[in-house]
């Protein structure tokens, strides 16, 4: 085979040495940005001693967004060349195209052979690659008095290309199960898709009433995080308050103080900031706090950390968190991380496994001590991975823990990608002496072949592998072919288990007759299914018949559901609406029982522009989980609820905010839950506001002998934004706008500065004060051509090219430029009524030194020029109409030019000849 592959490129070369006709395009590559329209020339040369005849040029595919392509034939004599244009425009479908190379082919003939020739460029997509997590609802409610509830997750694609990503999710502080607490999803360019994730309070924390969930998405092409978001869970109980401390400190370069009240009575002060500033030219500095102060006399210190940055080195202490060590990582303590070259990275931490920096609000407990190393290298391009290793001692459980994992990533030729991973652990007990090893495995592939899709995503670990997947086993297989554009089919098949192993609590003794101080849960889902989706117009449908069977078990108790399913979906984006309707049938049956039973589930969600509602009904259990908790023996049960939000710019965008208000009803868990929030913040100047929040919820149990509860929350405070900070390795450039009168480059008493005017350094785009004043952050070293106001005419005093190796603060003039105006006036013969249109016809300004200035005449036969002083010829080389004078000259002076410059004309080959009787 390598002999062949070897032979065949020598083949290639020859007959590339040997071409006589060559057909390329202009272009390799082009970069694209959505709605903006490109063109490339495809360059035909004849380099034989024969004419060819070009017949056809046509797509490979129907791309969308093709505007024009040549489709007439021609010939091309000898010597001779050609270019013809291609124009697209990059509109969404041709951003979600999921190949970047463009095909055409093109066939031609010469008297003695007929040939046809594929040729392509690639496009590079502007794009945003971030995964967005989020629910549909700012704070998830959690009833303890059942054994377990349910959050949907979101999970949205905000890129245009397929992307698999892998979701974690992570418990802060530690106490929920969460299943599954680790999956893999494939999604389309701008895909949404929705997750389900079953909650189960493992004891009831009074200390932390509220919990958070920290959600991370790795990109497996190249192992990169790529979105990652905190989700809130509120666990009900009859006293507590709503939403203390459920926001970690969000935003850069503020600082907020606020009162916050709440109806179970403990009201605080609130303190939340984030600034970064530079301590020396060669050293940054980051700083990030959150503080509250009880009236009581009790504080708090949650979410504050330090980070020191210089060259390629990063150093953070106070509250940290990591990834990528397969091990939940979080607490109090110092991270270090430095670059080793382009493609390296090294990270060490050490902390204590506590949310809280410091306080008397919380008791404050001794947490797991952690210490851990990452090793990160590679490019995305083509191989990258990473090596980690996490040491954990817990003094609670009295348990030592060491994990090591590595993954590495392949990219072959752009269509296949394969991703590996390893990993081993050991665990002991302190006390007991009993003591677990584990590893685990995973093998990934994804790529594509002509119009297949093919995903294999394969994970295992044993039972006693302390890391993230302990005990878990996950095999995703889909194929997929796209049938045309607006058709494709798949076929997956997905088998999942949980059932890990964990060693004995310490504080107990290890008896043979009793499971009080062992764990043990069992959760699988096995599926096959199909799936045929097309689209017609703006729609998009979906149908998908699968077959699914779930188990669970612990110690007490264990279901299995085994069900038919039928989902189908329909979408559509009209303009600044948007509609998606989902829908799923099963006929199901429970612990292999005789009866069957139905059961539907639907959601749909609305948007038009920032106002969106989602609804979700279900009827009778859809999962394993819901088997547990039937109350009545028929077992039929309904479960709703409706969320409704709107976000809002108002005042020239002074005001912004959100409301959102949602219902959720169970029967199956006799319970009925109320919220209605918002958010607001006013700017009263352009670095300070005022904000508010508000937040009433109820919860009502219908249950017998139950009870019920009303919440309320209320926020005010003020914000001070500062100015961001320049990075290391960047530089800040300021400048102040004056216009120079007297031309002396100096601005001087009498000068009036240039406010609100539009400046731009390249691709630096920024607006000056009042004061004349614009700053641009973060400018990397370079040269850069600095422009202003470019459409009044205006013109530097300075040297528009600048180079930016340090911090530059400088004082540029401006000269009003000269207006000059012009009009075309039409000489018209006796009883010549035709009229005559000009708009469009370019005029011409030439100064003594060469350069030529340009302007086009208006609906009202009128143009204008900005000039400055000197002599000009202005001439017209449109040959559409005879000119009296097609070229003149004018003087300009710094007094202006207070003249209008006149071109006659009349119309060509017309003569009106007059007969009188």
């Known amino acids: 085979m390598l002999l062949a592959f070897v032979l065949l490129n020598f083949s290639f070369a020859f007959a590339q040495e040997k071409k ?10 082009l970069a694209v940005e959505k709605g903006a329209t490109f063109t490339n020339f495809i360059v035909i040369e004849n380099k034989s001693s024969e004419e060819i005849t070009i017949k056809t040029i046509t797509p490979q595919e129907n791309y969308p967004g093709l505007l024009f392509y040549p489709k007439n034939e021609f010939t091309l004599g000898v010597g001779q060349s050609k270019n013809l244009p291609l124009k697209f425009i990059a509109n969404v479908d041709f951003m979600k195209l999921r190949s970047n190379e463009i095909t055409f082919n093109v066939s031609y003939s010469t008297p003695t052979i007929a040939k046809t020739e594929n ?17 549909a609802t700012y704070e998830n409610f959690i009833n303890p008095a059942v054994p377990q509830s349910s959050i949907l997750l979101i999970v949205e694609n905000q890129g245009y290309s397929k992307r698999t990503v892998k979701i974690d999710l992570q418990s802060i502080p530690d106490g929920l199960e969460m299943m599954p607490i680790q999956q893999t999803l494939s999604l389309e360019g701008l895909e949404k898709q929705t997750v389900e994730i079953i909650i189960r309070v493992r004891k009831q924390n009074m200390l932390y009433p509220e919990f958070n969930i920290n959600a991370t998405a790795t990109d497996l092409l190249d192992n990169k995080i790529v979105g990652s978001n905190t989700l809130y869970v509120v666990i009900l109980s009859h006293d507590r308050q709503i939403a203390r401390g459920n926001e970690s400190v969000s935003g850069s370069n503020f600082a907020e103080m606020s009162y916050n009240e709440n109806s179970s009575g403990f009201n605080f002060l609130q303190l939340r900031g984030n600034a970064a500033f530079q301590v020396t030219e060669n050293l940054n500095s980051r700083f990030n706090m959150g503080a509250d102060y009880y009236l009581d006399g009790r504080y708090n210190l949650y979410d504050t950390w330090l980070e020191l940055e210089r060259k390629n080195t990063v150093l953070r202490v106070g509250n940290i968190n990591s990834n990528d060590y397969d091990y939940p990582v979080f607490g109090r303590g110092g991270k270090v991380s430095t670059k080793l070259g382009e493609n390296k990275q090294v990270e060490v931490l050490a902390l204590e496994n506590n949310y809280n920096l410091y306080g008397t609000y919380i008791n404050q407990t001794k947490g797991s001590s952690m210490v851990g190393s990452k090793y990160s290298f590679g490019n995305a391009k083509s191989f990258n991975g990473k090596v980690s290793y996490l040491f954990a001692h817990d003094p609670r459980f009295s ?6 994992n590595a993954v590495t990533s392949f990219v072959i030729n752009n269509k296949h990608i394969i991703r590996t991973e390893g990993g081993i652990s050991h665990e002991k007990g302190l006390v007991n002496n009993d003591e677990k090893a584990g590893a685990s495995v995973a093998a990934n592939y994804e790529g594509k072949i002509g119009l297949w899709d093919i995903q294999s995503v394969n994970s295992l670990a044993t039972k006693g592998y302390a890391g993230i997947k302990r005990g878990s ?6 194929i997929g072919r796209q049938i045309s554009a607006s058709q494709r089919v798949f076929i997956q098949y997905q088998n999942s288990q949980v059932q890990p192993e964990f060693i004995s609590f310490q504080n107990a003794s290890i008896l043979p007759e009793t499971t009080g101080n062992l764990r043990y849960y069992f959760n699988s889902t096995e599926s096959l299914g199909t799936g045929y989706q097309f689209s017609e117009n703006k729609w998009i449908f979906l149908l998908s018949p699968k077959i699914e069977n779930q188990k669970t078990a612990n110690f007490y108790s264990a279901q299995e559901l085994f069900s038919y399913r039928l989902e189908a979906n329909i979408s559509t984006t009209l303009g600044a609406h948007g509609l998606n309707l989902m829908g799923e049938y099963s006929y199901s049956k429970e612990n292999s029982k005789a009866d069957w039973f139905n059961s539907f589930r639907t959601t749909l969600s609305y948007r038009y522009k920032s106002f969106s509602i989602n609804g979700t009904a279900q009827w009778n259990a859809n999962n394993v989980f819901d088997l547990n908790s039937y109350y009545n023996t028929d077992r039929n049960f309904a479960n709703y609820n409706v969320y409704a939000s709107y976000n809002f710019q108002m005042l020239n ?54 009870g019920s509860g009303s919440y309320y929350q209320f926020r005010v405070g003020i914000k001070k934004n500062f100015t961001s900070a320049t990075a290391l390795g960047n530089h800040k450039v300021a400048f102040q706008l004056f216009e120079d009168k007297n031309f002396n480059g100096l601005l001087d008493a009498g000068e009036p500065v240039l ?38 005419g205006a013109r530097l005093m300075t040297d528009p090219v600048i180079m930016v190796y340090k911090n530059i603060n400088r004082k540029v003039g401006l000269v009003k430029n000269i207006k000059v105006s012009g009009k075309l006036k039409e000489i018209k013969q006796a009883y010549d009524v035709l009229e005559t249109e000009v708009t469009g016809i370019v005029v011409y300004a030439k100064s003594e030194d060469g350069t030529v200035y340009t302007a086009v005449v208006n609906q009202n036969n009128e143009f204008e020029f900005f000039l400055k002083d000197g002599t000009y010829t202005l001439y017209i080389e449109n040959d559409k109409y005879s000119y009296a004078q097609p070229n003149q000259t004018i003087q300009v002076t710094k007094e202006g030019y207070p003249d209008t410059v006149v071109f006659e004309y009349k119309k060509k080959d017309t003569t009106i000849k007059v007969k009188k009787f």
């Open 399 to 404: 348990i030592d823990t060491h994990v090591a």
């Open 473 to 478: 086993f996950f095999s995703n297989q889909r």
């Open 755 to 792: 406010g609100n005017e539009i400046v731009k350094l390249d691709n630096f785009v920024a607006m000056t004060d009042k004061n004349g004043k614009v700053v641009f952050q973060n400018v990397p070293d370079g040269i850069y051509t600095m422009k202003v106001n470019e459409s009044a």
């Open 20 to 29: 006589d006709i060559e057909i390329h395009f202009e272009k390799d590559s």
């Open 119 to 135: 040729i392509a460029f690639f496009v590079k997509k502007e794009e945003n690659n971030n995964i967005a997590i989020y629910t």
């Open 653 to 706: 965008h002074n005001l912004i905010g959100s409301f959102s208000a949602g219902t959720s009803y169970s029967e199956l868990y006799k319970n009925l839950n109320s919220n209605l929030s918002g958010n607001l913040e006013y700017k009263v100047s352009p670095s300070w506001s005022t904000t508010g929040y508000f937040n009433l919820s109820s919860y009502k149990s219908t249950a017998e002998y139950a």
